[in-house]
């Protein structure tokens, strides 16, 4: 016998076993399944000791379907639907974290450039343990998207650690209107360095217009261009595309693959070259994801381009908002992009053709440092030993007093003295006066840019190299 029940807009057939085909009967049969699932909601709705309403049991159902896949499907009820498709001005504004999930834990994707949490210090890689004080460890990212959003102005308290550094709290103001996606300024008076901090619908009239302008600023003495795509969080697909496809003349910019092997797509260039054939130099590191990574892939396998730094993020994922009938949509994983060369980007990311990691310096604390002088059975200069001599006969032992300093009379920085320990940088760190970056993206295009400085020396490298063969 049949028995057919309609809950939250969805009519579900009870089959009993004995009336399934017998070719589908096998117990992973989907029909199988399905009476489980119909066996499971029945119990709950009659059993549990606190009453479920029906349409929260369906949406909790299709958002466990969908979380059992990837982090960045899920479902979205209608209120969230309704906030994706038009937010409101409680909606609006944000601290300017991309974040994902992370084997359950929230993590950051990169902070987007001009941002409050670029100000604040917040770093690719930062775990997020806490929202305005409350757990993130059953948060779906829609959830944790919608409650990293707030009016303009307001506070977002969050805790989160870096590496293995105890936790930090801080607090981040939200900023509505969007941040910028391209700035631009010439290095050594003749290379081009192009940030692109992300991709939106304005990003390719604004590259291009930047490119002509600096082409103004160096009386078209260009050599080379530095894109630097660190940190860069992606945005748009078709933007990206169109970044892409700016610098590549002719060949493909990616693969994109479904689930069926006949539905691949291949995106290839347009003819024109922004950069008018002058060598590139791309810069990358952990923060460079998504459709960052689908240029950086591009400029890469085409040899339009070479990448200088650290392996990238490692996420080509493409969702597609599938509405349902009025009862809010599903965000569903429907393809990934490779590069044109079919390497997989997903789970790997891109490695660099020239690994440079960031220099990092620190002032060693003077007790660090040790000396032949302070080895065990080292010989003594004898001029500082008469030295030593002359100066204990001056002074009179009776009134000799101990340094102030260290117990003992040892100076705070003599070998074995005490020293004061450093402070462990905080999430609110900012740039030294005078070294402030022209991106708010902590030591990005500072003095102190290691990365930035080795692609200047590769780049002019390969503008000489590129001269000599066109003297030929």
């Given amino acids: 016998m049949r028995k057919w029940f309609l809950a939250a807009g969805l009519t579900v057939l009870l089959l009993p076993t004995a009336a399934l085909p017998q070719q589908k009967a096998g117990k992973g049969s989907v029909y199988e399944q399905l009476n489980l699932f119909s066996e499971a909601f029945e119990r709950i709705r009659q059993d549990a000791v606190e009453p479920v309403g029906d349409q929260k049991l369906i949406e909790t159902a299709i958002a466990g379907m969908l979380s059992g896949l990837d982090p960045r499907s899920v479902y979205l009820n209608e209120n969230e639907y309704k906030a994706i498709k038009a937010p409101t001005a409680e909606e609006s504004a944000s601290p300017g974290l991309v974040v994902t999930l992370d084997n359950g834990t929230v993590k950051v994707v990169s902070p987007r450039d001009g941002s409050p949490a670029a100000a604040a210090g917040i770093k690719p890689g930062d775990l997020i343990f806490t929202i305005d004080k409350e757990p993130t460890y059953d ?129 290839s260039a347009t003819p024109g070259d922004l950069a008018n054939a002058l060598p590139i130099v791309a810069l990358v590191n952990g923060g460079t994801a998504r459709e960052a990574e689908l240029v950086a892939g591009a400029l890469q396998d085409n040899h339009r381009a070479v990448l200088l730094g650290t392996k990238t993020f490692g996420e080509s994922a493409i969702e597609t908002i599938i509405p349902l009938n009025g009862n809010g949509a599903i965000k569903l994983t429907t393809a990934r992009f490779e590069t044109p060369g079919g390497r997989a980007i997903q789970g790997k990311g891109l490695d660099p053709d020239l690994t440079v990691s960031p220099l990092k310096l620190e002032k060693v604390a003077q007790a660090d440092r040790r000396r032949e002088a302070d080895l065990r059975g080292a010989l003594k200069n004898p001029d500082a030993a008469a030295a030593a001599a002359a100066k204990t006969g001056a002074a009179n032992p009776a009134q000799g007093a101990a340094p102030s300093g260290t117990p003992g009379g040892a100076p705070a920085n003599a070998p074995g003295g005490a020293t004061t320990p ?49 003297a030929r």
């Fill in 139 to 267: 948060l779906t990212l829609p959830e944790i998207e919608q409650k990293l959003r707030g009016p303009a102005d307001s506070e977002v308290a969050l805790m989160l650690r870096r590496g293995t550094g105890a936790p930090i709290e801080t607090k981040i103001k939200r900023a509505a209107g969007k941040f910028p996606t391209v700035s631009t300024r010439v290095e050594g008076g003749d290379v081009a360095y192009i940030r692109l901090a992300g991709f939106d619908q304005a990003t390719t009239a604004a590259l291009a217009d930047a490119v002509k302008e600096l082409r103004q600023q160096t009386g078209n003495k260009l050599i080379g261009f530095i894109i630097d795509l660190r940190n860069s969080p992606g945005g748009n697909f078709d933007a990206a595309v169109a970044v892409a496809d700016a610098f590549i003349d002719k060949g493909e910019i990616t693969v994109l693959k479904s689930r069926k092997a006949e539905n691949v797509k291949r995106i």
């Fill in 422 to 470: 450093g402070k462990e940088p905080s999430a609110t760190t900012q740039p030294a006066k005078g070294e402030q970056p022209s991106v708010a993206s902590g030591d990005i295009g500072t003095t102190s840019d290691e990365q930035l400085s080795e692609a200047v020396d590769v780049l002019r490298g390969l503008a000489l190299v590129n001269g000599r063969t066109a």
